[in-house]
Structure formats: structure tokens, C-alpha cells
């Protein structure tokens, strides 16, 4: 039985359906699509907002939408086909005159059996977009092919040059046609794997500035500045490297950083101050901080020269001295220390000017100890006993006094000494001359200072150095010499080692790269002067690297001892051997021509390879041999050499390449 009232289910039924429709007709309403509901007759019978706004109609509904979406009846004919072919799909694009300006309406109609639905689309958005990317493209290319600067473009992903504007091409030397066949790795001297690091943090954006050493196309060496940075290009990731050739300031800051350690390095104090700021020291090095009892130049930096000296007449009469006659020669005079100590120096100044303004460079000379030995000199006989050796004669060159120290140095005892002249230390090193110019800067000067090689009583001669001084009396005649020597046999030793050291590699102790070159240098000018001929033989360990990741670099160090032992125990006297750098060695065969230089690479071939290397076993050497030719640098002839000996590796190892002529 029925009560005529629905049942609950179909009204909470009834709800549901009226809230989706709901919720489906404010989605149509709020859509950015416009919607256009035509009847049969082509009548406008429903539109949302948006069709309204993309027709630039505020009203459609009533209007005959051909007319609306099409005025000039360019596609009329299409509509009314769609309109009477039933259900189908029909796709247009038109502009809108009565629409916003400039915009284009994609239009779907979909034909019903009462009408049609009428889809309305913006299709400037889309446009635009693709006119942004042209522009982006175009602007892209201009700014990459006509700047002056060199530009390259690297695929990220490969490290493949795509392109290079002209200024790039001139840069490296090369053509676009070569250059854009090439790896970035082909200029780039960074080894492989850090090149890679390098790429992966310019596409991160971890890092935009580079430095980088570059090769162009004729092997010279660039420094150079890289900006470079991802961008993408229809789709696909460059990088957008900007290069600056920076050579020349870098060897203008080498060349600063060695004049700096020079400056720092000086034993003498050097500063420079501003007349123009109250005489203010602008610049000192370390030994200018020292002299004047700074721990470091910036204590210095700022305060007034005319501070350092103990009275103000003093500094007032240098300062027009030196304003005056523009230069200062070697003026002793007292200083006051930071800490208050007295410090005798001898000054030597001068003004310069600079940009308009005038500038004091000075050199100061700490002559404490030269003053302190002089008043030595004259109160010798209650200072006799120093630690260095002190011999007093008369003015005829007796022997009056020696003090312990002689004789703890020469080994002769005073009794032994003394009535004696100092021809008892003659050592035969040194010829009449040079004892005339001593005694003629005694006579002249007052006083002789240098080197001399002096017998002692057991026969052995020793490296002295000695000063000589002339005691006056009242009248400026000579009454004494007294003679100041002590032992710099350590000194010299120590001289000999460090010049020894600045010849040589420290590990293998043969001749390194810089006197290898000196050498080499020497050859070339006989070579062209004289038509000498000479070869070179340029070689390095097979699998070098292998021996120390193996056995570890303490070993791999002794293997390169190894066979320079073995090397070298097969060259001849003239051969001059050395490391070239690395595992690789140079022969530098004087006097000697390809033929013979091939023999004696063969020879260093088999030495090393005939019997295994402690700790490691057989090793074998790649070896490339080249002769100078006329009209060739010493680079040429190293750089064949050196190919000579990549195509021994390339091709097997443990042989000889001659490099042709």
C-alpha cells in the first residue's frame, strides 16, 4: 500500500543528483573554456562567462552564433555542414574581430540531433609563447655570435662543442667546421676526470667562474677565465661558456708575486713613504720591521719616518737633505726602535715622482755590528780574546799577537806564530794579483773584507773570511793591521748543496728539468754555430702508475732510482742525462746523430728491461728519439721526441720510435 509520499531512499536519492548537477554547473560556469549551447536553428541558447569573454560579447544567448564567432563568413559553410551532418566533430581556428585584439579561438563544434555544443579555446597564450621562444632563440644567437668576447657551446651531457662564435674561433685558431668536432677536453688541459667534476658543477650551477689552462690549435698555452652556465635550447641543456684570455695578467702577477718575494726576502730594510702625508710610511718588508723592532711591516704602515729618529733636528735636517738634492747616498745615522733601543743604519734614499705626486724609496742597512766590529778594531787589545780567529801585525806585516782562536783554527801556537808574517798561511790558491788588490784596498780604503783560502799547519786549506783593517795613530799613519778571519768551510758546503740542489732532482739526484734545458740550450747554439750535431732520447716507465698503485709510491720511488742507476751506467761521458718530469727522462746525446741516438735508446731499452726491478719485476721503457734539424726550436725537437714516444706507447710499449725528420 502506497501513502502518495515518496520513500525515504528516493529523496536523499533526489539530493545527491541535484548537488552534482549543481557542482557540474557552477564548474561549466567557472571554466576558463568557453561553452556555447546552439539549437538546431544555429541559435545561441546557453554561454558561460567565459565564452562571453572570449567572444568580447556580453550577451551571446539569442544571437546566431555563425555570426558571432564568424562575420566574415569564411567558414560559414563549414558550420552549417556540421550543424546538418548530425552527430561529428568539427575543429576551427578563428580570429575574433569582436574579441579581444590579436585573439584566435580555437572552436570545436560537436553536432547533436537538436543542435550543437560549441567548445571555445584561447589560443593567444599559445602563441605567444611560441613568438617568446623565437625571440629567445633569435636574441640567443645574436648575443652569442656577436660578442667580442670568445663564447662556446658545450652539450652538457657529451662535453661536445656544439658552436663558437667568430672572436672563439680566432681565440683557439681553429675553423667551425673543426672546432665543433671536437671535446671541450681537446682544449681543456684539466685531466679527464676532474674536467668531468668541473662540467657536473657548472650544470648544478654549483660554480660559474672557472679557471682553466687551454690548448689552441698551434699547442700554445693560454690561461684563461671561463663563465660558463646551463641554458637550454629547444630542449636540450648547454652549457654557455664565456672565455677570457687572462694570460698576460697572469704573468704579470707572477712576475708581481716574485718582485714581492724579492721585497720580502731582501736583507736590508726597504720602505717607501708620502711627503705629501707627513712623511707617512706607506710600504716596509720584514727586514725593515726587524731593524726597526716591528714584529711584522704593518706595525710600520702608517707611522711617520721622521718617528724613528731620536731628535726632531735630525729628522727635520735629513728631510730637506733629501727634498733638496733628491737622493741620500749611504748616510749613517742613529735610529730609535719601536721598543725604545738606539740602531745606527746607513740610509739611502731617493724622491721620485708618480702620478703627480712625490714618493721616498729608501734602502736602510743595519751597520750596528759593522760600527760595534770597528770599535772592536780599535779597542782590540781589551777585546782580544773573540770567538773568531785575530791576528795583529806591526806596520811592516809581522806578526805581533794572535789570540786562542788562531791557533784553535790554523793550529799554529803563538811561538810559532809570532815574528812570522801571514805568508806563513799561504795556500798557493791565490795568484800575486790577487794580494795586490787587497793590500792596494788597504793602503786606499783603510780596510779589506772578502774570501780568502788559508793552510793551516796540518796541511789542510780552509775557506776563510777574512777583514783586514789599518790602525792610524793621531798623525793618519799605520801602526798596527789587525786581521779577523774565522772558518766558512759550512757556509760554503752549504752553498754547494743548495746549488746543487737548484741542478738536480732531489729524489733520483740527476739532472733536472731547468739544467736539462741550460744543456739543451748550449747544444742549440753549437749546433748553430758550428753544424754540431745532437739528439735527444725522451722516455718514461711503461705502467708507471700501475707500480704505485700496486707496490705503493715508496716503492715506485725506488724503482725511479733504479733505473737511473741503470741508465747512467751506460752513457758516455758527453751524454748529459736528467728528469724530464715525472716518470719521464731525457738523454740529451751530444755530438751525436739519429743513427747513433737510436742505438743508444736501444741500449736503455735493454738495460732496463734485462733483469727485473727490486720489489716490482720486470719493467720496461717506451722510448722516442729525435735530431735537431736546422730551422727548429728546441720545443720543436722535444715536442717530436715526445711523439715519437706516444706512438712507442701506442703501439706496444718497450720499444724505440724515431721521430721522423
Not at 690561461?223 to 698576460?248: A, M, Q, W
Not at 788588490?437 to 773570511?465: F, K, L, S, Y
Request: glycine share 8%; proline share 4%; hydrophobic share 45%.
Amino acid at each position: 500500500m502506497t501513502t502518495g509520499r515518496p520513500a525515504e531512499g528516493e529523496i536523499s536519492g533526489e539530493h545527491a543528483l541535484r548537488r552534482r548537477l549543481a557542482a557540474l554547473e557552477g564548474f561549466v560556469e567557472a571554466a576558463p573554456v568557453g561553452r556555447l549551447q546552439v539549437t538546431a536553428e544555429g541559435s545561441v541558447a546557453e554561454a558561460n562567462p567565459a565564452a562571453a569573454r572570449l567572444t568580447g560579447v556580453d550577451e551571446p544567448v539569442g544571437r546566431h552564433f555563425v555570426a558571432l564567432l564568424d562575420p566574415g563568413a569564411v567558414c560559414s559553410s563549414a558550420f552549417e555542414a556540421a550543424l546538418a551532418g548530425g552527430e561529428g566533430v568539427l575543429r576551427l581556428c578563428l580570429p575574433v574581430p569582436g574579441g579581444v585584439p590579436g585573439r584566435w579561438l580555437v572552436v570545436t563544434v560537436r553536432a547533436l540531433e537538436d543542435g550543437a555544443d560549441v567548445m571555445l579555446e584561447a589560443l593567444d597564450e599559445r602563441r605567444e609563447a611560441v613568438q617568446r621562444s623565437r625571440a629567445e632563440r633569435t636574441y640567443f644567437r645574436q648575443s652569442f655570435h656577436l660578442n667580442i668576447a670568445p663564447k662556446l657551446l658545450i652539450e652538457a651531457a657529451t662535453g661536445r662543442i656544439a658552436d663558437a662564435n667568430d672572436s672563439a674561433l680566432a681565440f683557439y685558431g681553429y675553423t667551425r667546421g673543426q672546432i665543433t668536432t671536437l671535446h671541450v677536453g681537446d682544449l681543456n688541459t684539466l685531466a679527464p676526470d676532474m674536467l668531468t667534476g668541473e662540467i657536473d658543477r657548472a650544470r648544478r650551477e654549483q660554480e660559474r667562474f672557472f679557471r682553466f689552462r687551454h690548448r689552441t690549435a698551434n699547442g700554445e698555452l693560454r690561461e684563461v677565465e671561463v663563465y660558463s652556465g646551463p641554458v637550454f635550447i629547444d630542449g636540450r641543456e648547454y652549457l654557455h661558456s664565456i672565455v677570457h684570455d687572462v694570460t698576460r695578467a697572469h704573468r704579470y702577477q707572477q712576475w708581481l708575486e716574485r718582485y714581492r718575494r724579492i721585497f720580502e726576502s731582501l736583507p736590508v730594510g726597504v720602505y717607501s713613504s708620502r711627503p705629501a702625508d707627513g712623511g707617512r710610511v706607506t710600504d716596509a718588508n720584514p727586514a725593515m720591521a726587524r731593524i726597526l723592532g716591528a714584529a711584522t711591516p704593518d706595525e710600520l704602515i702608517g707611522r711617520s719616518a721622521a718617528s724613528f729618529h731620536p731628535d726632531s733636528a735630525q729628522a727635520r735636517a735629513v728631510a730637506a737633505e733629501l727634498m733638496r738634492a733628491g737622493v741620500l747616498r749611504a748616510r749613517e745615522l742613529p735610529l730609535r726602535t719601536l721598543d725604545g733601543r738606539e740602531v745606527w743604519v746607513a740610509v739611502t734614499a731617493r724622491v721620485r715622482d708618480s702620478a703627480g705626486e712625490r714618493w721616498i724609496d729608501g734602502i736602510v742597512e743595519d751597520i750596528s755590528e759593522r760600527r760595534a766590529l770597528a770599535a772592536e778594531q780599535r779597542l782590540l787589545a781589551k777585546a782580544f780574546r773573540t770567538s773568531q780567529a785575530l791576528m795583529i801585525t806591526d806596520a811592516n806585516g809581522v806578526i805581533e799577537r794572535v789570540n786562542p782562536a788562531f791557533t784553535t783554527l790554523t793550529g799554529y801556537p803563538a811561538s810559532e806564530a809570532v815574528g812570522a808574517t801571514p805568508a806563513l798561511l799561504r795556500s798557493g790558491h791565490h795568484d800575486e794579483a790577487f794580494f795586490a788588490r787587497m793590500w792596494t784596498a788597504v793602503r786606499e780604503q783603510g780596510r779589506w773584507e772578502g774570501e780568502i783560502w788559508n793552510r793551516c799547519r796540518d796541511g789542510v786549506v780552509q775557506p776563510h773570511w777574512e777583514s783586514i783593517a789599518a790602525v792610524y795613530d793621531h798623525a793618519r799613519r799605520v801602526e798596527h793591521y789587525v786581521c779577523v778571519f774565522h772558518d766558512i768551510s759550512e757556509h760554503k758546503r752549504l752553498l754547494t748543496e743548495l746549488e746543487h740542489l737548484a741542478t738536480h732532482d732531489r729524489l733520483t739526484g740527476v739532472t733536472n728539468r731547468g739544467r736539462l734545458y741550460t744543456l739543451l740550450q748550449a747544444a742549440e747554439s753549437a749546433f748553430t754555430r758550428y753544424s754540431t750535431p745532437f739528439s735527444v732520447v725522451l722516455f718514461d716507465i711503461d705502467w708507471f702508475k700501475s707500480v704505485n698503485d700496486r707496490f705503493g709510491h715508496p716503492v715506485g720511488d725506488r724503482t725511479l732510482i733504479e733505473l737511473t742507476h741503470r741508465v747512467a751506467a751506460i752513457l758516455r761521458e758527453a751524454d748529459q742525462f736528467g728528469r724530464w718530469g715525472g716518470e719521464e727522462f731525457l738523454v740529451l746525446a751530444a755530438h751525436t746523430d739519429l743513427r747513433g741516438a737510436t742505438v743508444l735508446a736501444e741500449r736503455i731499452r735493454r738495460a732496463v728491461a734485462d733483469a727485473p726491478f727490486p720489489g716490482v719485476g720486470p719493467v720496461s721503457v717506451s722510448l722516442g728519439v729525435a735530431e735537431m734539424r736546422f730551422g727548429w726550436t728546441l720545443a720543436m725537437l722535444t715536442e717530436r721526441a715526445d711523439a715519437a714516444l706516444y706512438e712507442a706507447k701506442a703501439t706496444g710499449r718497450d720499444r724505440v720510435v724515431v721521430a721522423p725528420a
